[in-house]
Every structure is written in structure tokens, then in C-alpha cells.
């Protein structure tokens, strides 16, 4: 492995401290925390504590971030080698492999036992399992291995939901589980829309992406089941299992509607990049409105309003 091909000094202390923020890949965390908040609406029923809810997301940040340094300690050589990656602090020269790993280490310790101690052990230990299979599964044993890497790694970034419930009721159900399924089915989507657009990048490295390896028309249709594979699950939700609402309803409906035709097109048209680009960029806004409406379907106000709507309804 390389340790770097351009050596470059930090100027200032900010400096260093911003490229230690880069190596946690900082713009994917609040999405994982939003998916962490959604789960934690459900399972509190409405009524989080705040307390418990700021544990939780710092927990949850800190585990995230420790997991993305080690990735990028991991990927270096990779990273180097693609245009999109080569200015990630450790490529660049900026960060040495030893210290980012001090670093991860001491995320993880932290988020271990800020977890531990003011939310639960079963929240903490599934935070250090997120750690584990990204680094492990993900990025060590399929990244580079088989065009699967994302159907299975995806489980890692699923992982957030089980925290947050986990967090508000010391166990694992049935809810829990399908909140995992929805992330782990949403991944394909998010990921290959993504990967169609940079294939030539992961092709240069030798990572199996499936758009590098079976080509964008195989792509797209895998893109299109798992999308409504995605949308399917998010209806389970309001029934059988009745965890949610009207007003969750109409939101995973509309947003579906989109997400669906979105992946259509681009299923008509595998070579056009500019739908490609409009499908990730969506699945984005789609998972993070949908968990913002599991958390305002489950808010006692919103319980309130409808109660009142439906009454004057009965009195005209
Ligand atoms: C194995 C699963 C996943 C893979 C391989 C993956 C891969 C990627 C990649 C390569 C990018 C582009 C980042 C960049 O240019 O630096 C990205 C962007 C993003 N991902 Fe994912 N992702 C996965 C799962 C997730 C999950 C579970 C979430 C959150 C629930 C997520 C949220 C995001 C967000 C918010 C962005 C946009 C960041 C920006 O604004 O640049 N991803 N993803
Ligand atoms: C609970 C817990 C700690 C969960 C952690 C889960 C986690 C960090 C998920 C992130 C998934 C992700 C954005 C992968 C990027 O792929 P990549 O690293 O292959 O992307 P790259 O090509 O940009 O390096």
C-alpha cells in the first residue's frame, strides 16, 4: 500500500482540524442521522427525549465518522488513484495513516461510551457493529471482490435505524427490522444512480461496480426492482404493522410515485447520465423527507389536527 505520493504541510491549526473533519466524510452523516431520528420518532411513539435523542445523534456521528476514517485509511490507494477522491486528506499527504487511525479509535471509544452510559448497551454495541461491517464486510472483503459489494455493505449504512430504536426501547422488533429494510433496499438505488455517472472511475481501480461490470442496461433494472422493491416496504409501515398513519401515507406515496418514475426513465434511457444524476440526487431528498414524515405522522400535534379536521367534518 502507498502511504502518499504528495507531500503537503498543514499552514495553520484550522487546517489541521478541517482535514481531520474530511476524513469522516461529513456530508453523509446527517442523512444516517436523520434515518436515526425517523426510527426514534416511531419507536417513542412521538415523544422523544430530547436528552436521549442528542446522545443518540452524537453517538451515532461518532461511530459514523470513526467508520469513514477507517474506510479512508483502508481505500488510500484507491482514493489516490481516482480524480474524485485524490484530495481526501490522506492521499493528499496532509494525514498520516497512523494518526487517522488514532483518531478512529478514539471516535469509536468515545461514541462506545457515550452510548453505554446515557442510552443503552444493545445501541452501543450495534454502533460498533456498524463500525465492523463497514470496515470488515464492506470495504476489506466485497468493495473490491464482487459486484454485490453494495447490495450487502448497504446493510452498514441501514444499521443507524436499529440505533435509534434500539436507544428509546432496549430492543429490537419487528418495526425496527422493517426500517432496516427500507435503507438496505434504498442503497441499490442511491449508490448505482451514482456509480452509472463515475463507472470510469471505479473501472480505473479494478472495483467491481456493477455498472463497470455488467454495464448501465443491467444497472437499471437492477436499479428499477430494488426501487420498487424500496417503495413497496415503505407502505409495511402503515399496513400490516400500523406504525404509521395518514399523513406518513400520503408522504411515502407521493415520494414513491416519484422515485418511481424517476427510475423508469432512466430504465427507458440506461445511457443517459443527466437522469442518472436526477435519480441519486432524489433518492437523497426521498429518504430524508420520508423519515421527516415518519417523525411528523408520529407527533402528538399532528394526532391533534386530525382529530379536529375529521370532527369538523362530522359537523357539516
Ligand atoms: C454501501 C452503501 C453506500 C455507498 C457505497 C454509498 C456511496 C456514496 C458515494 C460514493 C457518494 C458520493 C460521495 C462523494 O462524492 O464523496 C455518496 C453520497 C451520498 N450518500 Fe451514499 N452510499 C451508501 C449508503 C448511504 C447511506 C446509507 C446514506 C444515508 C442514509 C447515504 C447518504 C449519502 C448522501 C447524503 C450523499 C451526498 C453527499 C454529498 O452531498 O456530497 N449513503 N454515497
Ligand atoms: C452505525 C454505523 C457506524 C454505521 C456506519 C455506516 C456508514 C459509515 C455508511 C456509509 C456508507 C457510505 C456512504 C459508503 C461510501 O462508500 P465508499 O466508502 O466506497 O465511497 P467512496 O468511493 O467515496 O470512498
Known amino acids: 500500500m502507498i502511504e502518499t505520493n504528495v507531500s503537503k504541510q498543514h499552514e495553520s491549526f484550522l487546517q489541521v482540524l478541517q482535514s481531520y473533519y474530511q476524513l469522516t466524510k461529513p456530508r ?16 417513542a411513539k412521538g415523544q422523544v427525549d430530547p436528552m436521549l435523542l442528542l446522545v443518540t445523534l452524537s453517538g451515532g456521528t461518532l461511530a459514523a465518522a470513526s467508520a469513514q476514517t477507517i474506510n479512508c485509511i483502508y481505500d488510500r490507494d484507491i482514493d489516490y488513484e481516482m480524480e474524485r477522491t485524490r484530495h481526501r486528506p490522506i492521499p493528499s499527504g496532509r494525514i498520516q495513516s497512523r494518526d487517522a487511525l488514532i483518531f478512529a479509535i478514539a471516535l469509536a471509544v468515545i461514541s462506545f461510551s457515550l452510548l453505554s452510559v446515557f442510552a443503552n448497551l444493545l445501541a452501543a454495541l450495534l454502533a460498533m457493529a456498524g463500525i465492523v461491517f463497514y470496515v470488515l464486510i464492506y470495504t476489506h472483503w466485497l468493495k473490491r471482490h464482487s459486484t454485490l459489494n453494495i447490495v450487502i455493505g448497504g446493510a452498514a449504512g441501514a444499521i ?19 426500517l432496516f429494510t427500507i435503507v438496505f433496499l434504498w442503497t441499490p438505488p442511491h449508490f448505482w444512480a451514482l456509480a452509472l455517472m463515475i463507472r ?14 455488467a454495464g448501465n442496461s443491467a444497472t437499471v433494472q437492477q436499479i428499477w426492482w430494488y426501487t420498487l422493491l424500496t417503495v413497496a416496504a415503505t407502505f409495511i409501515l402503515v399496513y400490516p404493522l400500523q406504525q404509521t398513519g395518514f399523513v406518513y401515507g400520503a408522504i411515502a406515496l407521493y415520494l414513491g410515485g416519484v422515485f418511481i418514475y424517476k427510475a423508469w ?28 414524515g415518519m ?22
Do not use: E
Not at 29 to 40: E, F, K, Q
Not at 167 to 173: D, E, K, R
Open 265 to 292: 426513465q432512466l430504465l427507458r434511457d440506461p445511457g443517459d447520465r443527466n437522469l442518472a444524476r436526477g435519480l441519486f440526487l432524489y433518492s437523497i431528498s426521498y429518504m430524508m423527507l420520508l423519515c421527516l
Open 295 to 316: 417523525v411528523v405522522d408520529s407527533l402528538p400535534l399532528t394526532h391533534h389536527a386530525i382529530s379536529f379536521v375529521v370532527s369538523q367534518l362530522h359537523l357539516v
Open 28 to 43: 453523509i452523516i446527517p442523512l444516517l442521522l436523520i434515518t436515526t431520528a425517523g426510527s426514534m420518532w416511531i419507536a
Open 200 to 213: 470510469d472511475d471505479y473501472a480505473k481501480v479494478g472495483v467491481p461496480m456493477l455498472p463497470v461490470v
Open 160 to 178: 443507524p435505524t436499529l440505533v435509534g430504536w434500539a436507544a428509546v426501547t432496549g430492543n429490537l422488533s419487528w418495526t425496527a427490522w422493517l
